[in-house]
């Protein structure tokens, strides 16, 4: 009786066994089998890529520090500048040896010292056109050179995106995207101009037409006033802003011809050095020439303005000021006669 019964048992678990699985539950080993080596795939994918991007990010894009480089030839399809270094100091060779915007150069020289080449988003020559990174289209071109050798030739053309670039080295068909702009190489020496290079640091006299400021420890006064009878009192803070004027002098590039109009002199002077300025408006143009160059510069209507139109009535502290206009019967005229010619 007792094995009787373990046959029976053993029949049924078979039937069972042989009874097919249903539909929905082969979809389902089918898909988990299929996602199982989808995810297998995908951490192969990346494991590799991850190994290959290892090596290659530790390829910089210069061969060379910037530190040892002294000659930079930036072009674009129609203009060319160059930017050499003498000594310590960059200038421009085709702007009357002018300085170099310092703080400018050395913005983009550290970046190419920090630009690596990642993964290249080409490696063949036929695709140089459309990525314009060709000697025939491109954004630009940069030369870079340590006394007569040449150590670096890029070639910068389209953009992929936000602050990005194609990039290519001469000789070589990998094109690549990195962190640069076409902006940032400008082809125009102005553009590389030290925009300060007319300011004059911590001014302790200025001088023009009709009075003379002198600083003694942090008070300014009229020069031929006795400070301890008259009104003629300085306003320390307008004395202070043309002060911070000249100190914040910038000019925006080189001109070669000035028209000859009505010129305002001023006079700066630091412990330092001495410099004598023109200022001369022409039209809706503004320009500076200071005496230890022989050249004028174009400027802003805002910095010719703050030193060019400070007189000594705009110097005054208020209540001198209203002091000298009600007191001055030559002034009070003047005013009378414009009111009535209206």
Not at 139 to 166: M, V, Y
Not at 168 to 174: A, T
Not at 197 to 208: H, T
Not at 306 to 331: C, G, H, M, Q
């Amino acid at each position: 009786m007792m094995n009787q019964s373990v046959t029976i048992d053993v029949s049924k678990a078979q039937e069972q066994l042989a009874v097919p699985a249903s539909p929905l539950k082969l979809w389902q080993r089918r898909l988990t089998i299929l996602f199982i080596a989808q995810v297998l795939l995908i951490l192969g994918v990346f494991a590799y890529q991850k190994n290959s991007r290892v090596q290659v990010d530790a390829q910089p894009l210069l061969a060379i520090k910037s530190a040892d480089i002294d000659r930079m030839v930036i072009q674009d399809a129609s203009n060319k500048v160059t930017l050499q270094k003498t000594g310590s100091q960059w200038q421009l060779p085709e702007l009357h040896q002018l300085p170099v915007d310092k703080q400018k150069l050395e913005e983009i020289l550290q970046k190419l010292d920090g630009t690596k080449l990642t993964w290249p988003v080409t490696t063949t020559a036929s695709s140089h056109e459309r990525f314009e990174v060709t000697g025939t289209k491109f954004q630009r071109r940069i030369e870079l050179f340590q006394g007569d050798a040449k150590k670096a030739d890029l070639w910068l053309g389209s953009t992929p995106g936000f602050k990005k670039i194609h990039l290519r080295r001469e000789g070589e068909d990998q094109v690549y995207t990195v962190e640069l702009t076409a902006f940032e190489f400008a082809t125009a020496s102005n553009d590389w101009l030290q925009s300060d290079l007319l300011a004059v640091r911590d001014a302790n006299s200025i001088k023009a037409a009709d009075y003379e400021l002198q600083k003694t420890g942090d008070a300014w006064n009229f020069v031929g006033v006795n400070q301890s009878s008259s009104s003629e009192k300085v306003n320390a803070s307008k004395a202070a802003e043309l002060a911070n004027s000249f100190s914040n002098l910038q000019v925006q590039e080189v001109v070669t011809q000035v028209p000859q109009d009505e010129t305002t002199k001023v006079s700066a002077k630091s412990a330092a050095s001495e410099f004598h300025y023109e200022f001369t408006k022409a039209g809706s143009d503004y320009f500076v020439k200071r005496s230890d160059r022989d050249l004028h510069f174009k400027l802003s209507q805002l910095e010719f303005e703050r030193i060019a139109n400070v007189n000594k009535l705009s110097l005054l502290a208020s209540e001198s000021a209203s002091k000298d206009v009600t007191t001055d019967p030559v002034s009070d005229m003047t005013s009378l006669n414009n009111l009535l010619k209206k």
